[in-house]
Each structure stands twice: as C-alpha cells, then as structure tokens.
C-alpha cells in the first residue's frame, strides 16, 4: 500500500487549511492509499538525522524549504517545490507567463529598492503612471485569497504605496475594468481541465470568495479551456488553479496561476472533488 503526507501550514489558524488537508487525505484513502495529515512543523527538517518517509508528499503549502527538503531525501512532492517557488512570488510568474505569451494585463515589476530608501525623486514612478495610467493595480509579490492586491484610483494612494513597499517585490497592473470584481477559476490537473467556476463580488474589485464574492458553475468557452491550459504548462503545474478575467472585446485574459489551490469552494459549487484527479494524477505519475 502506497503511503502519502498531506501536508499543509501549521501556524494559520483558520479551519480551511485543515479542511483542504482533509479533502486531500480522503481521496487518497479512496483510492486505497495510507494518508497522514502533517502541520508543516510536525516534519523535523532535520539534516543530520535520518527519519521515515512516505512514498509521496501532497504540498499544500508554501513551505517551499520544506518541499526542497522533502525531494532532498528522496520524496516525490505535488506540486514541486520549485513550481510553488516560481508562483508564489507574482513578480517571477509574470515573467513566466510573459516569456511564453500567454495574453495578460500589461504589468511592470517593480524595481528593488532597500528598507528605508526611496526613488520617488527618480522619474521612475511618473513613468509607470503615463504607461498604465490610473486606476491601476499594484499587486505584492506574496499575497493569496486576493489579499495584498490593491486598487489605486489617485497619484496620492500611488506615492503612498509604493512608499510603503520598499523592501517588497511587487508589480505594477494595468486595471481591467471588465473584470471588475468577477473572474474565472479554472482548476486544472495533469493538463487536463478538471472543474471550473465563476466568482462575482458586488463589494470588492477582487471576485475571491474569501473576500465576499459568490461562486456560480460556469461553461468555458474554447479560448478560455486552451488559455488556462497554457497558463499552467508556462509555469510547469501539473495541479494549479487559473484565475481568468474578462478583457476588453472580449478577450480572456490570465490574472495568475495558483500551485497551491484550494478546492473546497469548487467542490461546493460544481460537486466535483478535485482531489480525486489530483490522486490519480500521482498513482499513474509514480507508476
């Protein structure tokens, strides 16, 4: 009998992070494999000592040390670690997506600037403001469920933000008024299309159910099946989450790909486990 950890984060107090853990652990006692719910912090990444391993790792998190370390002793993790590396932070994965031209809203990276240090005087930030002009995004490069995802609507919200994040990597996004607060999520698994719902939110320009918006079954037009299935190929996913938005003419844009995607709210909307895929994607990867 094969055996597996689901792993997910320790430190967050919320139940949907155990919740998601669970749905993981009992698709694979379905398909007749010994689960073990982890915290993160229960797996001593210790490296002079020797420990018992799984067969294999479901990574739930973004614990990307943990993921390196895991694959270091041999383990196979989903997703691997370097794939959650390369989402996680927005900046690289929009150098990704870029680099393979999968259609998105015109975004910058910002530029490094150290804690306490400013380039305000620079030009630089009146150039961003002629390119993308107002409002605009400015998105954090670590950031899930929409969070460190701002709307800016004034020069002065602008300065006082960028201010606020020297010392963080972010980007700079074109604002897409069709999308204002709805969006697609696709969930894909082994480069096929697995489930997929629409989300709308009458408070927030962000569409996350986290955040207030509603979640409705939704039926993918080709250009949105074949976008959302290159998006994840750019960053080399074989289970992600692919949020897309409604361009102008519409055109379907990609917001981001998530490697670590819930799948509750999907579950709940569409009835269909994502989970279920996501272990029979690894029984036959590992065979």
Not at 120 to 130: P, T
């Amino acid at each position: 009998m094969l055996s597996c950890w689901v792993i997910y984060n320790g430190s967050l107090v919320s139940d949907k992070f155990q919740d998601q853990a669970q749905l993981m652990a009992e698709a694979a006692e379905r398909q007749g494999i010994q689960a073990e719910i982890k915290k993160n912090y229960e797996i001593p990444m210790s490296l002079s000592h020797q420990q018992k391993f799984p067969d294999f790792a479901v990574l739930l998190d973004k614990d990307i040390l943990l993921g390196y370390f895991l694959k270091s002793r041999g383990v196979p993790v989903y997703n691997d670690p370097a794939i959650i590396d390369l989402c996680d932070n927005k900046a690289t994965q929009y150098i990704r997506l870029a680099e393979r031209d999968i259609p998105m809203p015109k975004t910058i990276v910002a530029p490094k600037v150290y804690p306490k240090f400013s380039i305000r005087d620079s030009g630089y930030f009146e150039g961003v403001l002629d390119d993308l002009g107002l409002p605009m995004i400015i998105k954090e490069g670590h950031g899930s469920f929409g969070m460190k995802v701002y709307l800016i609507e004034t020069e002065n919200e602008f300065y006082e933000k960028v201010e606020s994040l020297s010392g963080v990597d972010y980007v700079f996004q074109e604002f897409i008024a069709e999308s204002h607060g709805r969006d697609i999520r696709v969930n894909i698994v082994g480069g096929k299309i697995v489930a997929a719902m629409k989300r709308q939110s009458d408070t927030d320009f962000r569409a996350n159910i986290t955040n207030g918006g509603r979640a409705f079954p939704v039926e993918l037009t080709l250009e949105q099946q074949q976008l959302a299935l290159e998006a994840a190929e750019a960053v080399g996913a074989v289970f992600a989450g692919v949020d897309l938005l409604y361009g102008p003419n519409g055109q379907t844009l990609v917001c981001e790909v998530n490697a670590a995607a819930h799948i509750r709210n999907i579950l709940n909307v569409t009835g269909i486990n994502v989970g279920d895929a996501m272990i029979r994607y690894i029984q036959e990867d590992l065979a």
